[in-house]
């Protein structure tokens, strides 16, 4: 394989372009107003109602990774990195599910997530590996 790595010298430079055009395109609209965006990407709402199966499928992939990285850190691979991740996701998490209990858009399983991430987060926190 001589293709591999062989723009290794700028991968930083491809992750930025990455994370700034996936944040901007994907990331921020589907997180801010995912019916806007589901609209611009052409789902006919309310008729379309593989719409939720296709977010459900979107979050579903990103929670599989996140398992496997998980997995892979608890065998020693990049432990601090994967608590990190974790942080920001049960944190995020909580925020996302105060919103929706807020402005009332959820049902009632929703809302009890908060506690749920809450308490990860602070096991998280309490079994943050630090570097020895």
Avoid: N
């Avoid at 691979?77 to 942080?87: A, G, K, N, S, Y």
């Avoid at 998490?93 to 919103?99: A, F, G, I, N």
């Avoid at 209990?101 to 009632?108: D, S, T």
Wanted: glycine share 6%; charged share 10%.
């Amino acid at each position: 394989m001589q293709w591999l790595g062989l723009w290794a010298a700028y991968a930083p430079v491809y992750l930025k372009v990455l994370v700034i055009g996936t944040t901007l395109a994907f990331a921020l609209p589907i997180f801010l107003v995912p019916l806007h965006w589901a609209r611009v990407m052409q789902w006919r709402i309310p008729e379309h109602t593989d719409l939720a199966v296709y977010f459900g499928r979107c979050l579903g992939a990103f929670i599989l990774i996140f398992e496997w990285l998980a997995w892979r850190a608890a065998h020693g691979h990049d432990i601090e990195v994967v608590f990190r991740m974790l942080l920001a996701i049960t944190g995020s998490m909580v925020l996302v599910h105060v919103y929706g209990a807020l402005r009332r858009i959820q049902p009632w399983t929703e809302t009890l997530e908060i506690g749920f991430y809450a308490g990860l987060f602070v096991l998280s926190v309490l079994f943050y590996p630090l570097a020895t």
